[in-house]
């Protein structure tokens, strides 16, 4: 059973990898993106340490359309001139926190909604963080 998160961002670019991995290290969340030289254009797994350990997940940038048939519109979200991130993983729990600890991370530093379409709900970056060390710790 594979799972998804979205995360949307009124960015005109990607954040770069050093730029999330300083974010992170100034909000003290225990990730460290793997180098990839232009985020906004890889697809498939991502590595990422989680406290020290290798992780990772799944990312994926979609078109606006491809978000628009996802994301429910909430307020003044404007899905033509944002950056949306899907992360994807399996049953694999440390991937789950690397997904949730990157959305948060990225949330926090760019004002960023993510939404999760299982429970159908948009997520707060605390509800975030408990995810995140709720999978680390399974």
Same mark, same amino acid.
Do not use: C, P
């Given at each position: 059973m594979s799972m998804s998160l979205y995360l949307v961002l009124a960015l005109k670019t990607m954040p770069t990898t050093d730029e999330i991995n300083l974010s992170a290290k100034e909000l003290n969340i225990p990730i460290v993106v793997s180098h990839v030289d232009d985020l906004s254009k890889h697809s498939g797994f991502l590595p990422i340490q989680v406290s020290g350990n290798d992780s990772g997940v799944e990312t994926?940038?979609? &078109? !606006?359309?491809?978000?628009?048939?996802?994301?429910p519109n909430k307020g003044a979200l404007d899905l033509?001139?944002?950056?949306?991130?899907?992360?994807?993983?399996?049953?694999?729990?440390?991937?789950? &926190? !690397?997904a949730f600890y990157t959305a948060q991370t990225l949330t926090l530093k760019y004002n960023g909604v993510v939404f999760e379409p299982e429970s159908g709900m948009f997520l707060e970056p605390q509800q975030l963080a408990e995810g995140a060390e709720a999978f680390s710790s399974m």
């Open positions: 994926y940038i979609l &078109s !606006a359309s491809e978000a628009k048939e996802i994301i033509n001139n944002s950056i949306t991130v899907k992360f994807r993983w399996g049953g694999n729990f440390k991937e789950a &926190s !690397a």
